[in-house]
Every structure is written in structure tokens, then in C-alpha cells.
């Protein structure tokens, strides 16, 4: 069974930083994408950052320059490293593990709130 735990929200005024992880259980990271998504009130969620087994990151625009992604295989860990926070990155944080090309094969944490507000 697949289990993914976020931890690290909470709150952060602007410009300031946080560390979210997500440990995973029941699933590997070889061969599989891990991430974290967001969701704000109103919005739909949004990719913010992927990394493959292989390490090759990809990052949503909004972030791109301001997060950064990271992981163990050992650990079954990733990170997710927040930088230059702003008001508009408030919102629940999702780890994600997916399969490339299975649809069926997507599996969610239980989120962690990040509010940024002075």
C-alpha cells in the first residue's frame, strides 16, 4: 500500500522560507515521478515541482528560480525547498508518486498548508 506523509507547512511572512518532505512508503522511486502540487481556495492544483529517479527536476512557472526540488532513493524522501516566499504561494502542498504512462498509477499525500502573510 502506498503512503505518502507531508510535513513542514505552517506560516511565513513574505520573503521568508520553508522545507516541506514527503516520505514515501509501498512504492519506489526508481521508474516512478515523484512531486508536489498546490492548491489554493478557488484554484484548481497546480504542478510546482517533479523529479524523476534519474534527478532530472521540472518546475511550474510561478516557481521556477524560487523552489527547489529534492530526493532520496534511499530515504524515500523528497523535499521541497521554498524560497522568496510570497503571499500567492499560500496553499496546501501535495506530494504526489506517479507512473509515467499509467494513469492508474497516481498516489496523494494528505497535503501540508503553507500560508505566507506578514
Known amino acids: 500500500q502506498v503512503q505518502l506523509v507531508e510535513s513542514g507547512g505552517g506560516l511565513v511572512q513574505p520573503g521568508g522560507s520553508l522545507r516541506l518532505s514527503c516520505e514515501a512508503s509501498g512504492v519506489r522511486f526508481s521508474g516512478n515521478i515523484m512531486g508536489w502540487y498546490r492548491q489554493a481556495p478557488g484554484k484548481e492544483r497546480e504542478l510546482v515541482a517533479t523529479l524523476t529517479s534519474g534527478g532530472t527536476a521540472r518546475y511550474g512557472d510561478s516557481v521556477e528560480g524560487r523552489f527547489t526540488i529534492s530526493g532520496d532513493n534511499r530515504k524515500n524522501t523528497i523535499w521541497l525547498q521554498m524560497d522568496s516566499l510570497n503571499p500567492e504561494d499560500t496553499a496546501v502542498y501535495y506530494c504526489?508518486?506517479?507512473?509515467?504512462?499509467?494513469?492508474?498509477?497516481?498516489?496523494w499525500g494528505q497535503g501540508t498548508q503553507v500560508t505566507v502573510s506578514s
Open positions: 504526489n508518486a506517479r507512473r509515467p504512462w499509467t494513469p492508474t498509477y497516481s498516489y
